[in-house]
């Protein structure tokens, strides 16, 4: 490998030491253990600032991204791409990077020209709706993704559909000291270890290598340490097992197998895997995107809903309040959580979608029935289906998407279920024919609004049916 390898220049991208990170302490032992044994492969670090004014870094580390702000990160690539890196080794762990859930990290993936091998230091069971949209754009941009064990890989397949050949299986390293990895490093030591059942623990102490115990249980842990100190042959049969496998995994092992990872992903980006200098459209050049200002919303809503209309910068109370401005307010507090804003803030917004004919002065957009329409139950029930009501029924399929991972009370979903919107919805055969039209007006040649599309698909007459009015 030393020899035949073209990957001439590799960047790490995550913390380094001398932050007090486990992941620091990873990179920076991963780096050397490939610096060591290729010489010929020039190694750098991007490191990620936790703190004002960063840390006393090594000459490794190149550049540092301030953790909270969208635009180092993006500064970070172009310091990448014009440094003619040839692979870029991320480490990733959601709680290092910035943004809601670390998301910033993405900003940076996007603008990349080479290769990225991910290593996921945590692979979620249970992803909530956020993690699980940035996991699965991470594995997206990444050539190739390394996890340290087999559950890894098959948490990948099963809840994040990773396509299993761009997974690699490489173990954690064994440090020459006592910096990272507890149970690698007393593993890998020869040692009889004692440990609880968490995922990574029971794959590696398995067939007589350890001993586990369960959670919580200290009474256990006293029991299995006292008996391997009174059983002597158990004990050194269980510590050679350990060391045997633990050869493995020292660093020098690790390193050539990150590198035989970085080879593949060079190959497989040389054939066009990763789109370069692709057109970007405006929701990814985040840099180039005004920062967001609520105060006029917040200005126009009261506990009712959002004002209809306003002179200037003060709201027309005169003219109350239609329901299609609300469903739209309604779902722009949903958009805004996913965006790291404070969801029980603003999902105050409209306390509920309100549609009311002002004494018959501006009628134009509002329902017939001139009733107040509470948020999702009844938005749909009360509507024409007028080419004014198409947010309202958005509204319910975005309530759908979002709402238990925003929060929105859950009886609002219980009760759209067994709402009449979804009879009258389909009753009505003019819908149809304005819901094609309408979706193919707001977007053009790229399918139906989400939202839209969530409502449509738990009805007989699929999206498909729609298209054809």
Not at 52 to 65: L, M, Q, S, T
Not at 303 to 308: A, C, H, I, K, P
Not at 360 to 374: C, D, F, I, K, Y
Request: with cysteine; aromatic share 6%.
């Amino acid at each position: 490998m030393n020899s035949a390898s073209k990957v001439r220049k590799i960047a790490f991208v995550s913390d380094h030491l001398p932050r007090k990170c486990g992941i620091a302490t990873f990179t920076s032992d991963l780096l050397a253990a490939v610096a060591s044994a290729h010489p010929q492969s020039q190694c750098l670090a991007v490191s990620v600032n936790d703190i004002p004014g960063g840390y006393e870094y090594p000459e490794v580390v190149r550049f540092e991204i301030e953790e909270q702000d969208l635009s180092s990160y993006v500064r970070a690539a172009d310091f990448l791409n014009i440094s003619n890196v040839d692979i870029v080794c991320l480490q990733h762990e959601f709680a290092i990077f910035g943004g809601p859930v670390g998301g910033h990290i993405l900003a940076l993936l996007r603008e990349l020209r080479m290769p990225v091998v991910t290593t996921l230091h945590t692979v979620l069971r249970e992803p909530k709706a956020d993690q699980r949209r940035v996991m699965k754009e991470l594995i997206t941009l990444s050539t190739r993704l390394v996890v340290m064990a087999e559950r890894g890989r098959q948490m990948l397949e099963q809840i994040y559909q990773a396509p299993p050949a761009k997974i690699d299986l490489i173990p954690h390293g064994i440090p020459a000291q006592i910096t990272s990895g507890t149970l690698a490093y007393a593993f890998g030591a020869g040692k009889a270890v004692v440990s609880t059942p968490y995922w990574h623990a029971a794959e590696l102490l398995a067939e007589e290598r350890g001993v586990l115990v369960p959670f919580g249980d200290a009474a256990a842990i006293t029991r299995e340490v006292t008996a391997l100190l009174r059983d002597d042959t158990r004990r050194h049969a269980i510590r050679k097992n350990a060391y045997r496998i633990g050869r493995e995994m020292i660093w020098s092992n690790v390193a050539q197998m990150y590198m035989r990872s970085f080879e593949c992903s060079r190959l497989e980006g040389a054939v066009g895997t990763r789109r370069f200098l692709a057109t970007k459209t405006l929701d990814q050049k985040a840099r180039e995107l005004a920062p967001m200002k609520l105060s006029h919303l917040s200005r126009m809503t009261d506990s009712t809903g959002v004002f209809q209309h306003a002179v200037f910068s003060v709201p027309n109370f005169s003219e109350g309040y239609c329901t299609d401005d609300n469903a739209r307010a309604f779902i722009l507090a949903a958009l805004l959580g996913e965006l790291g804003e404070d969801p029980v803030k603003h999902r105050r917004l409209p306390g509920r979608v309100s549609a009311r004919r002002s004494g018959g002065t501006n009628t134009r957009n509002a329902p017939s029935t001139g009733q107040l329409v509470e948020v999702g139950a009844r938005a749909a029930a009360a509507v024409d289906f007028i080419a004014a009501n198409g947010p309202e029924v958005a509204l319910l399929g975005h309530l759908q998407l979002r709402q238990p991972a925003q929060g929105f009370e859950p009886p609002l979903v219980h009760r759209l279920e067994r709402s009449r919107a979804r009879t009258l919805f389909f009753r009505d055969r003019r819908l149809p024919r304005w819901l094609a039209r309408r979706s193919r007006q707001r977007q053009p040649g790229s399918g139906i609004d989400p939202g839209l599309l969530a409502f449509v698909g738990g009805n007989a007459i699929s999206a498909k049916h729609i298209g054809q009015f």
